[in-house]
């Protein structure tokens, strides 16, 4: 079955530290990997997007790892601010037949204290 | 860029009645979903279309019904609201397997 894992389910940091989260999953075929951040109270956006042959890929604060082989994607927030605090979700894409699908992680609810 | 809207933002309903939440996209995507939002459970994918006069079921499409009579619009009825159908409902686009877009959510209560 298809699913995307991730951990820590939440995470408390200080302003300033930085911090890394998992995002494991068994989405096959693959098509790409997206990190999206949510607000409260709002909708998901977009933060990168990671394609079978890209490793890396940063998006000022945001850095986001791929490893396909062993199907784990990492995003590093550095030197953490206090509007990071947010839910952050992992989105596989899945590709069979031209078909859309997109699998979603459960997220990780970031708190970054002053 | 209006992007992805969707109203109402909030709606309370008692259980039995019916409603329909609207999604409109000014972006020309053919691809256009509806998910609910449970708290620790992430989104959850209701109904799908990928084009004009076709929508297929998601993960939970039990309960609701959607059409897709334009590129722009994609409605999602609730037949019979029930309280387990609590939640926030968020409406996304994409063109192919691009970026979702979504919007700002409808928070749902049924009493």
């Known amino acids: 079955k298809n699913q995307v894992e991730q951990s820590p389910q939440s995470l408390i940091i200080l302003e300033g530290k930085n911090c890394t989260l998992q995002c494991n999953y068994t989405v096959s075929p693959f098509s790409n990997l997206r990190w999206y951040k949510q607000d409260t109270g709002r909708g998901p956006v977009s933060l990168t997007i990671?394609?079978?042959?890209?490793n890396t890929k940063s998006n000022g604060r945001y850095t986001a790892t791929l490893d396909a082989d062993t199907k784990q994607s990492s995003l590093h927030i550095t030197a953490s601010q206090l509007s990071d605090s947010a839910s952050y979700i992992c989105?596989?894409?899945?590709?069979?037949?031209?078909?859309?699908?997109?699998?979603f992680g459960t997220g990780t609810r970031l708190k970054v204290l002053a | 860029n209006a992007g992805v809207t969707q109203t109402p933002k909030f709606q309370v309903l008692k259980t039995g009645q019916s409603m329909t939440l609207q999604c409109a996209q000014d972006?020309?995507?053919?691809?256009m979903s509806w998910y609910r939002q449970d708290p620790g459970m992430g989104l959850r994918l209701i109904h799908y279309?990928?084009?004009?006069?076709?929508?297929d079921q998601g993960e939970v499409p039990n309960g609701y019904n959607v059409s897709r009579s334009t590129t722009e619009d994609f409605p999602l009825r609730l037949l019979s609201a029930a309280p387990s159908q609590t939640s926030v409902y968020f409406c996304?686009?994409?063109?192919?397997?691009?970026?979702?877009?979504f919007g700002e959510g409808s928070r749902l209560t049924v009493l």
């Open positions: 279309s990928v084009g004009a006069g076709i929508t």
């Open positions: 996304a686009s994409s063109s192919g397997f691009g970026e979702l877009f």
């Open positions: 990671m394609t079978f042959s890209e």
């Open positions: 972006m020309n995507h053919e691809y």
């Open positions: 989105v596989v894409s899945e590709t069979t037949s031209g078909t859309y699908k997109y699998i």
